[in-house]
């Protein structure tokens, strides 16, 4: 998992950059890794230095990570940054606040940051991590560079879970997660389970009593991205291209006879609109209902066309 986030552009970059840096990244379980990774090449802390266990721990003098694991920065914690910024490093040449989970913070927090973001002392740096940067305010994200980590590829995921995971088998996963390592994981965790009820979905019978059932938000990225990989191996295999599908199960095939090629095409694109829907708080069960109802006018119109 380490070397995967290694992999990104951020990471790559942290020797050179501006005094506020904000990094989207999609996967949330992994933020905070990702931002100690960032820390430690930030610091030129070496793997097994004194450096980079303290920055691991969240330990290091020049280096604050606000807020805990979980929590929200507060207007206190606001406080406590810049009365912290005024004062020099004390092992380190440069002194790193770490902000986690910034997508989070409230306006009165984002606002009482803004000066200091814009206007920070010489040797402060800032790097917020943020999931989306929607829920940033446009001021914030004018005063920083922008650093963001698209998804990672499959042969990526792949390899990464297979480091992971070295008994099981994550090509399913791999190709399902869309790019985001937590999902992948999620999917082996969840096993052949989550990829029965995306093609009870796609068939598209009783789906509001289906759709009651989509109740916890935190499911929605595992279960649209499930989805969507049951789609598209439907897609290659209403096209006779079933050996390139990451699952070649009865259900698939079932679906193939339901969805052309054309329909499948068009419900990834959806599947794809819902998901952006999702990052905009939309409601997860009803989200899913406009989307089975689209399904069907799509599958609908290219039964029409053939």
Known sequence: MIRLLRSTRVYRSMGDVSHTTL??????KYLRTLLKECAKAFFGAADGSREAALIEKEQFTDCIFLPEKGGKLTAEMCARIVDESALLPVEAQKKLFVLDAFHTAPALVQNKLLKIFEEPPERVYFLLGAVNEHAVFPTVRSRAQGEFVPPFAEEQIYEALSRMY??????AAAAACGGVLSVAEAF?????EIFLRAEEYLKGEDIERFCRTLTDKRDADLFFSSVKMVLRDVM????????????RSEGTRELSSLYTVGAAIGGLTLIGEAQQQIVFNANFSQCALNLAIQLKKEREKWQRLS
């Open 23 to 28: 990094v989207t990244f999609s996967d949330e």
């Open 166 to 171: 070295p008994d099981r088998d994550g090509k």
């Open 188 to 192: 082996l965790s969840e096993g052949e």
């Open 236 to 247: 290659f295999c209403a096209a006779g291209l079933g050996k390139y599908a990451a699952r």
